[in-house]
């Protein structure tokens, strides 16, 4: 057979692979291009739940490149298929060196609660709702909440202190290494994100904002709160509604959503309105109701589960097929039981005179930013004014995201309210944009109440600094970024400085005199967030408030709660 023709493939062995042979018999273009085929799949970024080849699949691979190599003895230069090999595997050691030397990506857990509690007090255990006995641990926590209990005096209290569900939330996560990194209420409703501690120095630019859309869109009762961040480079927003009651006001909810998403603006340049993020979220007591259908009807498809007879009448659904902008989202399939109404303290559909028809009321969907800042964006990189939305695009790309949802569904188990929780689980995939906190903090020396303390911080990348940023000392286990036993401010009490290191004083009486296991945070106040952490470390007790016999009168407020929680 003439050099250069593509060859006969040789009998497969019972193994189900090549045995070693001549060239002319067996090694052809198509085998080379298999090669590449794997060797690109072996390469590539790992994009799904199916991240990487078996083991099984990698043996085979090696088998198969021992058998070129034996090929390729017997291969003669001057024939034109030795050339044609030779750019082809030239080829392949392009792709994995370009592969290679790309930054890998990165997985994270996203843990997402929609809950209309009803105005009741969080129950005793939220451990199901948080699936905190389970072995894949959340990266992020987001819970909004609807009717919130905010009656004039429970409100106020809760203006002062942290409320009942904020409290419950925060100390349910903190001994796991969780802290609350925003919160935003108004009157009914409340959203909260929750952080591993590690991530807490890539959570930047954290910002909140919220709509009214009860009477008269004045009244507080209805509407959205949302919260955005930048998560390790990428711009996320979490959107949490509770839109208008009963069935004949569909149009109204829509009407409701997009007023939400035209008048909420954040203080940012790339990201001023909700939509203009990477990856959007939007949650909570949505109040579609399932029309046209029965309520008899309704709960027989939910006696049988056949809860797929029930989605064409959904009637958030409905509109989707009406509003461009509900096209933009995202929903997993609705393959649990309805979450409204029912009866308090059971698992029992309305059963009072109103017997309201069940419905899917509480809802999580999402929102990724599409690849095009818009359908002329070819057009747009020829215009000076739309250079930001093609740097956009090629920052995109540079540093891709990916969302996929492992978990869409309600629980059962609590029923104090008369709409049962649900839950959203999501793997965000992306590549990182920074792996360095802005800066880096260390304590000086020992510390005790006995001596002033200093510490030592150095930037490590340039940001904007404010003469309203500081740094708290804060105990292991710490829920919150106000949950400081101290602070100082970081321009005011710096004692010494270089390029390099910066040294900023704490008196000795802010420093608790029983000492502990403590982390010193920097917060920037432009940023509205912790941009540095130190490695935990130990204060010593106070060997003067020992010898002294530990008076109370010398007690810290850090060292009387200490008392108290022991």
């Known amino acids: 057979m003439e050099g250069g023709e593509e060859l006969s493939e040789a009998p497969e062995s019972d193994s189900g692979l090549r045995e070693p042979c001549k060239v002319e018999e067996s090694f052809s273009m198509g085998d080379i291009g298999h090669i590449l085929a794997v060797t690109r799949r072996e390469h590539s970024d790992s994009i799904s739940s199916d991240a990487t080849q078996s083991t099984a699949s990698k043996l085979a691979l090696r088998h198969r490149l021992n058998q070129l190599m034996t090929c390729l003895d017997d291969l003669d230069p001057e024939n034109e298929l030795h050339d044609k090999v030779v750019k082809t595997l030239d080829n392949a050691f392009v792709v994995c060196g370009t592969r290679a030397s790309k930054p890998k990506k990165d997985k994270f857990r996203l843990h997402i609660v929609t809950w209309n509690v009803a105005t009741v007090e969080p129950p005793d255990d939220v451990s199901s709702l948080l699936h905190l006995n389970s072995p894949k641990g959340a990266d992020l926590y987001v819970i909004g909440l609807q009717e919130v209990n905010a009656r004039p005096l429970r409100f106020v209290f809760d203006s002062v202190f942290d409320d009942p569900w904020s409290h419950c939330l925060m100390t349910s996560l903190a001994p796991r290494q969780y802290i609350k990194v925003a919160s935003i209420r108004m009157q009914g409703l409340l959203l909260l994100v929750f952080s591993k501690l590690k991530h807490v120095p890539f959570i930047r630019d954290i910002r909140a904002t919220y709509t009214r859309t009860g009477i008269f869109r004045y009244w507080g009762n209805k509407g959205g709160l949302s919260v955005r961040m930048s998560f390790y480079g ?169 969302i996929r949802q492992d978990l869409y569904t309600s629980n059962m188990e609590y029923s104090i309210s008369d709409h049962k929780p649900v839950i959203g689980v999501f793997t965000l995939e992306l590549r990182k944009m920074y792996e360095t906190p802005l800066v880096q903090l260390q304590p000086e020396g020992d510390w005790s109440a006995d001596i002033d303390a200093m510490v030592v911080y150095s930037p490590l990348q340039p940001f904007k600094a404010s003469t309203w940023d500081w740094i708290g000392l804060y105990k ?59 490695e935990p470390f130990k204060v010593h007790g106070s060997k003067v408030a020992i010898e002294e016999g530990l008076m109370p009168e010398k007690l810290s407020e850090f060292d009387r709660a200490e008392q108290v929680r022991n």
């Not at 509770?242 to 035209?262: G, K, N, T």
């Not at 009866?343 to 309201?356: A, E, P, W």
């Not at 949950?483 to 704490?506: G, P, S």
């Open 234 to 402: 990428h711009t996320l927003c979490f959107l949490n509604c509770h839109l208008a009651a009963h069935m004949q006001y569909a149009s109204e909810r829509v009407d409701e959503f997009e007023y939400i998403m035209d008048t909420q603006t954040f203080d940012c340049k790339k990201t001023p309105k909700v939509i203009d993020h990477r990856l959007v979220f939007w949650f909570g007591d949505l109040n579609f109701r399932i029309q046209d259908h029965g309520i008899h009807f309704v709960r027989s498809c939910i006696s049988s589960q056949n809860y797929n007879l029930l989605w064409s009448k959904d009637q958030l659904n409905v509109m989707k097929d009406k509003e461009e902008l509900l096209q933009q989202f995202e929903e997993g399939p609705l393959e649990f039981q309805p979450t409204y109404k029912f009866d308090l303290n059971s698992d029992t559909y309305d059963t009072s005179s109103k017997k309201r028809k069940p419905a899917w009321t509480d809802r999580i969907l999402w929102r990724l930013r599409p690849k095009d800042a818009s359908q002329d964006a070819q057009e747009e990189k020829r215009v000076d004014a739309d250079i930001g939305k093609v740097k956009q695009m090629e920052e995109d790309e540079e540093y891709p995201l990916k």
């Open 476 to 534: 292991v286990g710490f829920t919150s970024v106000l949950d400081y036993i101290t602070y100082t401010w970081v321009k005011d009490d710096e004692v010494a400085f270089n390029e390099e290191l910066i040294q900023v004083y704490i008196g000795k009486e802010e420093i608790p005199v029983r000492g502990g296991d403590c982390v010193l945070c920097y917060f920037s106040s432009h940023l509205n967030c912790i941009i540095g952490m130190s």
